[in-house]
């Protein structure tokens, strides 16, 4: 998956690897670490919008979050080869020391994929 970029003014302070993400089904929203966003998004931390009450994860425990200001645009990547995808946007949780998880919110769009014998949907 390639980089995500804020769709709103934000851009990056410097060029970044494109983090490859995990899909958790049992993740409500994706996640996203916080210090990815705001060192290679350039999102400033005063920007973020803190989710009040945190957010709770699988064993119960409850930590804090925010979220971006805007929906990030996203594409995913096709294998090694770097050929463009889907574009979609995500709208991430964004947590300290955080995975990169995809979670229902996004994973359960609808994206058209096509193959030589036939076009399907997933």
């Keep these: 998956m390639a980089a995500p970029t804020p769709s709103r003014d934000h851009v990056a302070s410097r060029s970044c690897a494109s983090p490859t993400f995990t899909v958790d089904s049992g993740a409500t929203r994706s996640c996203i670490d916080l210090s990815y966003a705001t060192r290679n998004l350039g999102i400033p931390e005063s920007d973020l919008v803190e989710v009040l009450g945190g957010v709770d994860l699988a064993d119960g425990t409850n930590i804090p979050a925010w979220t971006t200001p ?27 020391n955080s995975d990169f998880l995809l979670g229902q919110q996004d994973f359960f769009e609808g994206f058209t994929s096509r193959s030589s014998a036939a076009s399907h949907s997933s």
């Design 70 to 96: 805007d929906p990030l645009d996203c594409q995913v990547l096709i294998g090694d080869t770097q050929r463009s995808g889907v574009m979609f946007a995500l709208d991430p949780f964004v947590i300290e």
